[in-house]
Nanobody, 129 residues
Framework: EVQLVESGGGLVQAGGSLRLSCTTF????????IGWFRQAPGKEREGFGC????????YVADSVKGRFTFSLDNADNAAYLEMSRLKPEDTAVYYC??????????????????????WGEGTLVTVSS
């Protein structure tokens, strides 16, 4: 059974850093990619990053580019999201997700990450000003 479990969320001051973990079960990074999404209160879900074992990070949204980095650890069956220079607008519930590929689509304004098949429960990140 495919499962993803996020951890590491919490309260952090603006300008600070935080690392989220996504522990995975039931699949291999040889077969699945990891996408990162977030949903802020009252806003639509945003897919902001996607990473594959073979090609590394293949998609990063402009909203987090230069501040967030993505990694995979095959030994731990885990994916990590390193967030730095956090802003209050980064406050959201953060989700990791898995699927066979990173798909993006043009929404009329920019390219954004498509939804994925398997999802974790999410972890809340709150950035105070």
């Amino acid at each position: 059974e495919v499962q993803l479990v996020e951890s590491g969320g919490g309260l952090v001051q603006a300008g600070g850093s935080l690392r989220l973990s996504c522990t995975t079960f039931g699949f291999s990074f040889d077969d699945y990619v990891i996408g990162w999404f977030r949903q802020a209160p009252g806003k639509e879900r945003e897919g902001f990053g996607c990473i594959t074992k073979s090609d590394g990070t293949v998609y990063v949204a402009d909203s987090v580019k230069g501040r967030f980095t993505f990694s995979l650890d095959n030994a731990d069956n885990a994916a990590y999201l390193e967030m730095s220079r956090l802003k209050p607008e980064d406050t959201a519930v953060y989700y990791c997700a898995a699927d066979t590929t990173c798909l993006t689509y043009y929404n009329g304004d920019s390219y954004t990450l498509n939804g994925m098949k398997y999802w974790g429960e999410g972890t809340l990140v709150t950035v105070s000003s």
